[in-house]
């Protein structure tokens, strides 16, 4: 444990990590032009809830850190039960195998560029610490840290909504949750792109319905961009050496 007399605390700089279109995340730049990557994203098919910053709803929640899969006490999972990973609707952006340790303790902050087929939809963040295989957990664990979600209707303000044009690119901020962790060498420092986390957040049906009030869904189809002029990515505050 640290005690700290700042937050964030004193020694600890800004670090900005970037998604590439091979799926990596570098303290580089993207250089490429009009980069990016998509998926569909179905509210009757969201992505389940596997741990995370929750503090009630044990009934249907669990909270805390686990490795991020799908598992028979997490509401929503089905057999095979898969990486989260895995799925269609998720974006998964990480680092190589670090080759020394990085402390990251502080705010947490996705800066996205993005589009959607629809007027409205949902965009989350989730920061994890990809452990590597071991005896203990031989296809590796990744654990959750942090995450995060935004409405598109509101990514300008919470108090007045503002739909999207379809196709129309819109910067975007996912305030994540604090963390303080290590990741140790070896591991690898990974940010998940998606829409949905349910049911510990409420399911965007991407029509613009009044919200609770929708009697439809539609599958929206969501680009995030990641190029010279879109340069999505992750902001750490990180303890210096």
């Excluded at 598992?71 to 898969?82: C, I, N, Q, T, V």
Aim: hydrophobic fraction near 35%; include cysteine.
């Amino acid at each position: 444990w640290r005690s700290m007399e700042a937050w964030p605390p004193a020694g600890a700089r800004t670090s900005k990590l970037y998604l590439h279109d091979d799926g990596s995340l570098k303290v580089s730049k993207p250089y490429a032009d009009a980069v990016s990557s998509e998926y569909q994203f179905d509210p009757q098919n969201p992505v389940p809830t596997v741990g995370g910053n929750i503090s009630s709803g044990a009934d249907i929640i669990i909270g805390g850190a686990f490795d991020q899969r799908e598992g028979e006490r997490f509401y929503g999972s089905e057999a095979p039960y898969m990486p989260l990973s895995s799925r269609h609707d998720v974006l998964v952006f990480q680092t190589p195998p670090l080759e020394q340790e990085v402390t990251v303790v502080g705010p947490v902050t996705v800066k996205l560029w993005a589009s959607s087929s629809a007027v409205d939809t949902d965009f989350t963040a989730k920061l994890v610490d990809v452990h590597p295989p071991s005896q203990d957990f031989p296809h590796g664990f990744d654990m959750n840290l942090c995450d995060g979600i935004i409405r598109a209707r509101y990514r300008d303000s919470t108090e007045r909504q503002e739909f999207m044009t379809p196709g129309q690119v819109y910067e975007f901020t996912i305030e994540l949750y604090p963390t303080a962790n290590r990741f140790t060498k070896g591991h690898r420092i990974r940010v998940d792109i998606s829409s949905s986390n349910f049911p510990r957040l409420d399911v965007n049906p991407n029509t613009g319905e009044l919200l609770g009030r929708s009697r439809r869904t539609v599958i929206a189809d969501n680009i995030v961009y990641h190029d010279t002029a879109h340069p999505s990515h992750i902001e750490l505050y990180v303890m210096e050496s």
